[in-house]
């Protein structure tokens, strides 16, 4: 029952000696969520232990080359190793375009590639499974970008093992109550739920935003999240060329996790014009304290627990 | 007057955690080739600090991903670093079709791309300036595929410092002398040229034979080189998997070294189904002593030494 995000890579446009452009891995359950694909992100899976065979679902934010260009290497490689399942890939229309004309020159992979892209003006729920939902996030940018929020599903009450004994509940008897209805006995007496079940598993979430120019209406759309990435290229001197390039600066990230309220911030995309980014942590934390500056092979894991107020 | 190779990307078609699919940086005179551009070589180049502004020629052996990959990144990190100076690329004629579809695409660099392709059965010298040059060899692989033979020029005699003074040799008297001329005292007196010069440095080689089937005839266009890169991506023990994707064993790629009578071999392009390379060198060595593998991050230095004969 993980939730856990590896950062893949954290450089913006320009990779550094120890930072890859982005890519971010999202664990949920078991299932692989790949999001964004820079250049050798092949190469960081194998890093840092994770089998490329196990992505079904690829997100990608936009057709900027550091966000895109993994992709060729890693769908070659799954090729390669025998994948016979079909890839998902979600983002802009452009990317459908860009793999056909790459497929068409390179030759034809041995797995089908399906394509999803946001409609306009309607991102909402874009993907969804048993257990998580995706939304997109329409963002600020130079071409069509989205951000991506993943959020588990409402889950079900658990019940104490020792009530199942007690009452003698049946499959149909636990359906119900991990529903939160309450258990009528054989005898007629109710047995309510509160007394049956512990609270459910929160719903874990994980806001991806990257890459967009200062918008504070994102914070409506990633409200409460637990893990908020916000990517924070400049510094806050640097606004101006923030705004020019459409980027944001730490402090405008955090920004969107103050008004947010989430709970944790995660920065990253680092203009490679920094040697170190302790500086952007910093001014990042100054609006919002629970910041956090990634780096390549990082990974933050959010814990199951019980929600208090279910 | 360096003459310095270094590994980039070491690993065959599949990556691993410790190899980078294939690139070679070979220095001449503080001038960068860059030999084929798998995934990633941006950030490897970053990783052993070589400047990628510094690379204005690119050799590619062929259009498979693990050799090419690479491209789209360093070029487009090239225009975003200022670029204005041309790069030229060197290789099958479908380079410069693949090149021109991707900027379609993506949008045009700040710099031209010039192209040039050996012309089929006249390989021969593919490139020259004043101090180098490089024949395309062509290989046997699945797809049309060259090597490449990098040469030091011949170079001119070293005029002994004490003798200039000693008979005011002035400057066309210098460059007769460096050719190798006699010089004639204003006396009519015959100062031989071994009296006058050191023998010349000599003419050091770089040979890189990747992807290719056995074959024999490579032998002749790479003889006495010093150093000869050759694929050896199966183990003798998988000959018949090598023959069939038209690749190269640790023993085929000392057989060509041996017959060819090379001072040192490097193999590399090792298959990911050896977690060790160690038995594909013994392999080799079995057949040709001098034999290295090579990893990721290796540079190869060939000191300017005095040629004995000349």
Redesign the interface.
């Known amino acids: 029952m993980s939730f856990e995000l590896t950062i893949l890579g954290s450089s913006s446009?320009?990779?550094?000696?120890k930072r890859?452009?982005t890519a971010h891995l999202l664990k949920v359950d078991e299932r692989f969520f790949l999001i964004d694909c820079g250049?050798?992100t092949?190469?960081q899976l194998?890093?840092f232990g994770l089998n490329p065979s196990r992505i079904h679902h690829i997100f990608i934010s936009h057709?900027h080359?550091?966000h895109v260009?993994?992709l060729?290497?890693l769908l070659?490689?799954m090729g390669?190793?025998g994948r016979k399942v079909a890839v998902n890939l979600y983002g802009p229309d452009r990317l459908k375009?860009?793999m056909k004309?790459h497929l068409a020159?390179?030759g034809a992979l041995p797995f089908e590639l399906n394509y999803r892209s946001p409609a306009p003006g309607n991102e909402g729920c874009f993907f969804e499974d048993e257990k998580l939902t995706v939304h997109a996030i329409r963002l600020k940018h130079r071409t069509e970008t989205f951000g991506y929020l993943f959020r588990e599903k409402k889950k079900l009450l658990n019940v104490r093992k020792e009530k199942i004994q007690a009452y003698s509940l049946g499959i149909a008897d636990l359906v119900r109550v991990k529903q939160g209805k309450d258990f009528i006995t054989g005898e007629g007496k109710v047995i309510p739920n509160s007394k049956l079940t512990f609270p459910a598993y929160r719903q874990r979430s994980y806001a991806y935003i990257s890459d967009t120019a200062f918008d504070p209406k994102l914070a409506e759309q990633v409200r409460g999240v637990d893990l908020l990435f916000h990517e924070a290229t400049f510094s806050a001197k640097d606004e101006k060329l923030a705004s020019e390039t459409m980027h944001s600066t730490a402090s405008q990230a955090a920004t969107i996790a103050k008004k947010a309220e989430v709970h944790k911030l995660l920065i990253g995309h680092f203009s490679s014009r920094y040697r170190d980014h302790s500086h952007l942590v910093e001014e990042a934390r100054r609006v919002f304290d629970n910041t956090v500056g990634v780096n390549d092979g990082d990974v933050y894991s959010l814990p199951l627990e019980r929600s208090s107020t279910e």
Do not use: H, Y
């Open positions: 446009a320009l990779p550094t000696s890859f452009p250049e050798g092949q190469i194998r890093k057709m080359g550091d260009f993994g060729f290497g070659s490689t390669m190793m375009d860009m004309q020159f390179f």
